[in-house]
């Protein structure tokens, strides 16, 4: 079945310095996939989506490209704020009708 | 934006208890969801329907039955509770579509004791 791969569990990052989110999926069909917010005790939040190959898209500073090649979404940003500390999540939308997440990433930004 | 409004926000149920969880959208939406959070997991689907009076087994559907009765509404039943059923509950909905959105309730909360 479909799935999706966090690698980082928490990353803890100072204030104004670059971050990137691993993503990578398995599906055996053309992949949707998405990356999701969750600011504390709120409900997540689309923030970003692509179903176009090696096309880069942005949402609010936070940038991902779809490699299907590597099946890979990254999610980054180049200088990270206080207000996006919150736990992201990667999702894969196959053709049908699920999401499948990733197990999450918790990003802590300090000051 | 689209509304999904999922009550109650919190609960305590006993073990061995029945729990019925609610979610209601205003949004027009085909297809509805059931999702888990627990920490280390991330959001596990349990349940969803893309028509009325039809559901689908998730991922983790063991222990919970669903029901949409209509399009506005999606329920999730867990006829006895358990304590590993504690957890924050998701209610979710989009639109039919390749790549619509998916909007979440603000989450219940519940605690098996």
């Known amino acids: 079945g479909d799935s999706v791969t966090q690698t980082e569990g928490l990353v803890t990052l100072t204030k104004g310095l670059p971050v990137m989110l691993n993503c990578t999926y398995q599906t055996t069909y053309s992949p949707f996939l998405f990356w999701y917010v969750q600011h504390l005790n709120e409900a997540p939040k689309l923030l970003l989506k692509?179903?176009?190959?090696?096309k880069r898209t942005e949402h609010q500073g936070f940038y991902a490209t779809l490699h299907k090649s590597s099946s890979s979404f990254h999610l980054q940003k180049s200088s990270v704020q206080l207000s996006d500390s919150a736990l992201y999540f990667c999702?894969?939308?196959?053709?049908?009708?699920?999401?499948?997440f990733g197990t999450g990433t918790s990003l802590l930004v300090d000051p | 934006e689209a509304a999904v409004t999922q009550s109650p926000r919190s609960k305590v149920a006993v073990t061995g208890g029945k729990v019925t969880l609610s979610c209601h959208q205003t949004n027009n939406h085909d297809y509805m969801y059931w999702y888990r959070q627990d920490t280390g997991h991330g959001l596990r689907l349990i349940h969803y329907?893309?028509?009325?009076?039809?559901?689908e087994k998730g991922d983790i559907p063991d222990g919970y039955k669903a029901s949409r009765p209509s399009q506005e509404n999606f329920s999730l039943i867990l006829e006895l509770a358990s304590l590993s059923q504690t957890a924050v509950y998701f209610c979710?909905?989009?639109?039919?579509?390749?790549?619509?959105?998916?909007?979440f309730g603000k989450g219940t909360r519940l605690t098996v004791v």
């Open positions: 999702a894969l939308r196959d053709m049908g009708y699920k999401l499948t």
């Open positions: 329907s893309y028509v009325a009076d039809s559901t």
């Open positions: 979710a909905s989009r639109l039919r579509g390749a790549n619509t959105e998916v909007f």
């Open positions: 692509s179903s176009t190959d090696n």
